[in-house]
């Protein structure tokens, strides 16, 4: 018995047969739904070793993650997604313990569509959808169909979800890690204003403080103190303490006689730079000036002695107008009168066959010969009458003579 911890319990309320109902009864995500139906698909094939049982085995490409969703976010190429909806089904079948055999590129697509339905419908699965749904190799039926079919392959196999189990030390770790991460505006106020060095700072604040503690401590001496420490040694003791020694006064970041003072630091550099800027932009305005006079004079000149070139450019442009016009012209003409040319031409083409038809019926002797021949045919047969009506004939003497 496999068992693996599922970390989507969105998948066992969608793998029921009634969640795929109407569109209208549906929620506004439901369009969104099959993203997730074929991510967890995805999920399944992979548990079910697909990559070597069929990728391997039919040289096919590793399916995306949103490869047979229907959007227009996502690449489609339906007959390349129902030949890999047809051969991952047939291998689920299988999968199922019943037998099935792979459908190729060839076969009819309404038929191997109708056979993997009835092998769903045999295994307990809901069709209520057309099976034209199934032919453009991708969306929410699609989807279905794939994950029906994984999940009976899944439960052939004796395959059990389990539910996530957290450790609760890491939970502990991580609100101990966010806990720290947070810091408060005064932390890090507070972390700005300490000093980058570790030096010795007297603060004036708390010399006051302890001044008056003193003070209001200890009675005041009846007599008074004198110093025993020698006035040199103390002098050289000073000048040595005297570098390590430094005064800070707190200021809040916030005080507006802090932001007035920057706004006069940054008006004194701006000016200063103001003044070193004037100088350059001066000097480059005189520059451009210079150029721009020497630009404009030779432009003057260069103008005054193209002059007569640019006027005999206006005129032959105004002749070759003149000259497209007479061009247009006279091209209309041509066509008009090559139009007539062919009509013309087509009237001779005619009365040239009929003069050759005419011509080849007169030059014909056929009929003349026929002619011809059955004149000498009539000669003859008007001859053989002449001899047998005249009386010199044979049969004319043995008729008289028997009389």
């Known amino acids: 018995m496999c068992e693996v911890v599922r970390g989507s319990p969105v998948f066992e309320s969608m793998a029921d047969d009634g969640r795929r109902g109407e569109d209208d009864e549906r929620g506004p995500g439901a369009q969104h739904q099959m993203f997730v139906v074929m991510e967890d698909l995805l999920d399944k094939l992979k548990l079910l070793d697909y990559e070597e049982q069929v990728l391997v085995k039919h040289n096919m490409k590793p399916l995306s993650r949103h490869y047979f969703v229907a959007s227009p976010y996502t690449a489609n ?32 697509p309404n038929a191997t569509v109708s056979n993997v339905l009835s092998q769903l419908r045999a295994l307990g699965g809901l069709v209520d959808f057309p099976p034209s749904k199934l032919k453009s190799g991708s969306g929410e039926h699609v989807c279905y169909v794939l994950d029906r079919l994984a999940e009976e392959a899944l439960k052939s196999r004796d395959f059990i979800w389990k539910k996530p189990l957290y450790p609760s030390e ?43 503690q003193s ?73 451009i000036s210079k150029t721009q006079e020497k630009v404009g004079s030779r432009e003057k000149y260069i103008n005054s002695q193209l002059e007569h070139l640019i006027t005999d450019y206006r005129n ?67 001859q053989q009458m002449d001899v047998q009506g005249s009386p010199c004939s044979p049969e004319n003497t043995l008729f008289s003579g028997v009389c």
Request: aromatic share 4%; glycine share 6%; proline share 3%.
């Open 316 to 382: 032959a442009q105004s002749k070759l107008s003149e000259a497209k016009e007479l061009y247009q012209q006279g091209s209309g003409g041509v066509t008009e009168r090559t139009r007539t040319l062919a009509e013309i031409s087509e009237e001779l083409e005619k009365v040239k066959q009929e003069m050759e038809e005419k011509g080849s019926s007169m030059s014909d002797g056929a009929p003349v010969v026929k002619i011809r021949q059955s004149l000498t045919k009539l000669k003859q047969e008007i």
């Open 170 to 212: 890491e939970l502990e770790e991580e609100s101990v890690m966010e806990d720290d991460a947070e810091l408060t505006l005064s932390k890090v106020e507070e972390m700005t204003e300490e000093p980058d060095e570790e030096e010795d700072v007297i603060d004036l604040e708390e010399l006051k403080t302890r001044s008056n």
């Open 215 to 287: 003070e209001a401590g200890g009675a005041r001496p009846e007599m008074i103190l004198e110093s025993v420490t020698d006035s040199a040694e103390w002098n050289l003791e000073v000048e040595r303490v005297l570098p390590q020694l430094k005064v800070t006064i707190r200021s809040d970041v916030k005080d507006w006689r802090i932001h007035v003072s920057q706004m006069h630091q940054h008006q004194d550099g701006i000016k200063t730079s103001l003044k070193e800027a004037k100088g350059y932009l001066d000097k480059l305005l005189e520059e």
């Open 77 to 108: 190429n339906p007959g390349e997604q129902f030949y890999m909806f047809s051969v991952i089904a047939a291998w689920l079948i299988t999968l199922c313990g019943r037998p099935f055999e792979t459908p190729q590129e060839h076969d009819d």
